[in-house]
């Protein structure tokens, strides 16, 4: 009885015990909502493997076998292997994932082992950014590189890039076309996050605004609005971060419009393309074709939808893609798709608890850069198509059919997850042992 008391009066055996008890409780948690993500993938998955002649389409099984698989041995992996205690952005990675992969096989059953591949190179860029991040010598020596690197792809990309819904922003090479304006995503925060996490004048700040109008000025060659308007935000979001200049951010911003003034002016074609914004309905055959089906196929989806595969607006051209949101709200309900949206919001809320506590500003500003970019492409995306914002057709994160959208959405995913100091567990051992 006294070594019962003993133990009970312990501070030690007491935060000892605390902790075993937190870690099982976490572990219940995870491996809980797995399932419970798990058995939604099946239910809607069961919904696409039987083609018209009511056979089974065994690529169909074997790719969400496949995935469902690698959901668990990453959870194991991540939780007993590298001894992680966090595995909330994966979770919300992987159920939005699967509801992309649930579309494809849907709509476009044949494109989706390309869908799948995608997957696990986002999958694997995941796991080399948390590795390649881990040591901070790798960041300070890689910003330069990786801006030469980006400005190189983007000028590539202007002189072999062939027009492609009006847009110069795809690459063909050996067969596999790309997106480089997607990769660029990711050095466009690289760069920024650590050019300025030592800001100590207005000099790293300029060399940024510098190789931010290279970037934003290339996209716009290209036509690729909705990306300039992309990193445009996110630009913004790294330099207040980090300077605090409103008055810098304000000039650049006023400059950014004299700029948009003058290409309106010089090529007032260009304005074409949002001439239908808020006039959709006087246009429903021509420029509102796309925006005033989503509307209404989205409409008659109510609460719960019509059913995977009993829409109407998959027959549209980019329903996969741009409108792949107005297909989750007919086919699968307003719940499903504002737990969607919600998802990135947590994305978000996820990155700014986490900067609190960083390491250092490069890891602040690059979770909250690339929290804030997803946020505002998601923003783009299901406002664009319900006519709220003008469509510049960007993707869904995650959801929308393509591989360098893909792959971009889960090396985002590592920058916030890199944030969080559970991630490091050596690290974050010796940050507990200090409190």
């Not at 994932?97 to 044949?110: C, D, E, M, R």
């Not at 009006?166 to 650590?194: C, D, H, M, R, Y």
């Not at 300077?243 to 002016?265: E, F």
Request: include cysteine.
């Amino acid at each position: 009885m006294a070594h019962s008391n003993a133990k009970s009066t312990n501070p030690n055996y007491n935060r000892i015990n605390s902790n075993i008890k937190e870690k099982k409780k976490h572990r219940l948690n995870n491996g809980f909502i797995l399932l419970l993500i798990t058995i939604f993938q099946l239910i809607s998955a069961v919904q696409t493997i039987f083609d018209s002649e009511g056979k089974i389409r065994q690529d169909i099984v074997f790719v969400f076998g496949a995935y469902i698989i690698i959901e668990w041995l990453w959870l194991i992996i991540s939780r007993f292997g590298f001894k992680r205690k966090s595995f909330e952005l994966e979770l919300i990675g992987f159920f939005l994932t699967g509801i992309g992969l649930t579309v494809v096989a849907s709509v476009f059953p044949g494109d989706l082992i390309k869908q799948f591949i995608s997957f696990l190179l986002g999958l694997t860029v995941f796991a080399l950014i948390l590795w390649f991040v881990a040591d901070i010598k790798r960041i300070e020596w890689s910003s330069v590189p990786l801006a030469i690197a980006s400005v190189a792809l983007l000028a590539l990309n202007l002189i072999l890039a062939e027009a492609t819904n009006g847009a110069l922003n795809w690459i063909t090479v050996f067969g596999i076309s790309f997106q480089p304006s997607e990769f660029v995503k990711i050095a466009f925060i690289f760069v920024g996050s650590s050019t300025l996490e030592k800001l100590q004048s207005t000099r790293s700040l300029l060399k940024y605004i510098v190789f931010s109008v290279v970037c934003i000025g290339c996209l716009f060659l290209m036509y690729d609005f909705g990306a300039a308007l992309i990193f445009f935000f996110t630009f913004i979001l790294i330099s207040f971060m980090r300077s605090g200049d409103i008055r810098t951010i304000a000039v650049v911003c006023g400059a950014a419009l004299l700029g948009a003034i003058l290409i309106l002016i010089f090529k007032p074609y260009v304005a074409e393309r949002f001439a239908t914004y808020r006039h959709v309905w006087e246009y429903p055959d021509t420029g509102g074709y796309q925006q005033t089906r989503v509307l209404i196929y989205a409409a008659s989806g109510g609460l719960l939808g019509t059913g995977i595969g009993r829409g109407e607006l998959r027959n549209i051209f980019a329903s996969t893609t741009d409108l792949v949101f107005g297909v989750l709200c007919e086919e699968w309900g307003v719940i499903l798709a504002i737990t969607v949206v919600l998802a990135y919001g947590f994305i978000a809320v996820h990155a700014i608890r986490s900067a609190q506590g960083a390491r250092s500003s490069f890891f602040a500003i690059a979770a909250v850069a690339a929290a804030g970019m997803m946020l505002f492409q998601t923003c783009l995306n299901v406002f664009g198509i319900t006519d709220i914002l003008p469509l510049t057709g960007v993707t869904l994160p995650f959801v929308s059919q393509g591989g360098s959208s893909m792959i971009c959405s889960w090396a985002l995913l590592a920058l916030i997850k890199a944030c969080d100091l559970r991630t490091y567990p050596s690290f974050y051992e010796k940050v507990e042992a200090q409190r």
